[in-house]
């Protein structure tokens, strides 16, 4: 345990770790900001800051998880500071509280390996959560309230964060090709449930062409700084106006 620890903290990622963190940071709370900006067009109160320390932690602490193939120990030190960070700034709010401490207790509990989380099942619960822990009390943070209107403008960000970290998930998946290709397929049906415009089409060019990228690498893991930027990218793209 103490040489795990060692490894993990003297490694030579630190860099793509932080900048991978930084990328999913942005590509979780784009959507989201893009909502309240187009209903009320702006304000963020003081809570914002916190909600900024919660998605840094859990950035650090998904991207330590993938490079640790789910065995990463120093992973669950930002897991624990992002739910320290919730309990102090949303104890007033049970129900945002109890949102934002489930992606945390799952990333733990991932850990953890005869639960399995490195499965179809551990994506698609990651992919919800990231929906409605992250961006749904982004978008609460703005406007007070939670609506189904939200979760539905939300959906796309998890049909990407399935797609775009099922090479990571699935990696020792059987199945792993065929059910990328579906989730490619899922996130290009919920991409084109947004108004037709240009940027539609390229975030659909840059799906397929990581599903081809995939297809003719399937024996080399995926770098996941890469698939990350791709991902707030089709993300970006997507909820451009």
């Given at each position: ?14 860099k ?62 930002p ?28 990333l ?94 390229v ?16 024996h ?22």
């Open positions: 345990m103490v040489n795990q620890l060692k490894d993990e903290l003297f490694t030579d990622r630190w793509a770790i932080f900048a991978s963190a930084l990328i999913l940071l942005i590509a979780w709370s784009y959507a989201p900001f893009a909502y309240v900006v187009g209903i009320s067009g702006n304000h963020f109160d003081t809570n914002m800051g916190w909600l900024f320390i919660y998605e840094v932690c859990i950035g650090l602490s998904v991207t330590l998880i993938v490079y640790g193939h789910f065995k990463s120990l120093l992973s669950c030190l897991s624990v500071l992002s739910m320290v960070t919730v309990l102090l700034a949303f104890n007033k709010l049970p129900i945002v509280m109890g949102l934002l401490l489930l992606l945390p207790v799952f733990l509990l991932s850990q953890t390996p005869w639960l399995e989380f490195n499965s179809w099942y551990g994506l698609i619960t990651f992919g919800l959560l990231v929906a409605l822990s992250i961006g749904s009390v982004c978008a609460y943070n703005s406007l007070h309230f939670i609506s189904w209107e939200i979760v539905f403008f939300l959906l796309p960000v998890m049909a990407s964060c399935w797609y775009f970290m099922a090479p990571f998930f699935l990696e020792k998946q059987s199945l792993y090709f065929p059910i990328l290709t579906v989730l490619a397929l899922n996130l290009i049906a919920f991409i084109f449930t947004r108004t037709l415009r240009w940027q539609l089409f975030a659909t060019f840059l799906v397929v062409s990581f599903w081809l990228l995939i297809l003719f690498n399937r080399r893991r995926p770098s996941f700084i890469l698939f990350s930027l791709a991902q707030m990218l089709v993300i970006v793209l997507i909820y451009w106006s």
